[in-house]
């Protein structure tokens, strides 16, 4: 499985950005897909998950109310939604893929908000 992501930037706080993930390969086992982002100098951290077969989903307590997570299936593609941004939120975005065997990471990509 190989991710893709885009849409990061540099954005000010208050600001708006639409990150994308595409998947592509053997993605038909893929269960769960999710956003993780890391801060320079702290671990990788989870920022939102949903689920491949319906959709439900969770997000870490400092995005609620802020960021949505969606996905389109016959695209094989995921997306985050991330509004009223923040100086924390900057950092490298990953997107996650997971199935029954393994675990997959895109390459990521820099959401940087500035004051």
């Known amino acids: 499985v190989q991710l893709v992501e885009s849409g990061g930037g540099l954005v000010q706080a208050g600001g708006s950005l639409r990150l994308s993930c595409a998947a592509s390969?053997?993605?038909?086992?893929?269960?769960?897909m999710g956003w993780y982002r890391q801060a320079p100098g702290k671990p990788r951290e989870l920022v939102a998950v949903?689920?491949?077969?319906?959709?439900?989903?969770n997000y870490a307590d400092s995005v609620k109310g802020r960021f949505t997570i969606s996905r389109d299936n016959a695209k094989n593609t995921m997306y985050l939604q991330m509004n009223s941004l923040k100086r924390e939120d900057t950092g490298v975005y990953y997107c996650?893929?997971?199935?029954?065997?393994?675990?997959?990471w895109g390459q990521g990509t820099q959401v940087t908000v500035s004051s």
């Open positions: 949903i689920t491949r077969r319906d959709g439900s989903t």
């Open positions: 390969g053997s993605t038909f086992g893929i269960n769960t």
């Open positions: 996650n893929a997971r199935n029954f065997v393994a675990n997959y």
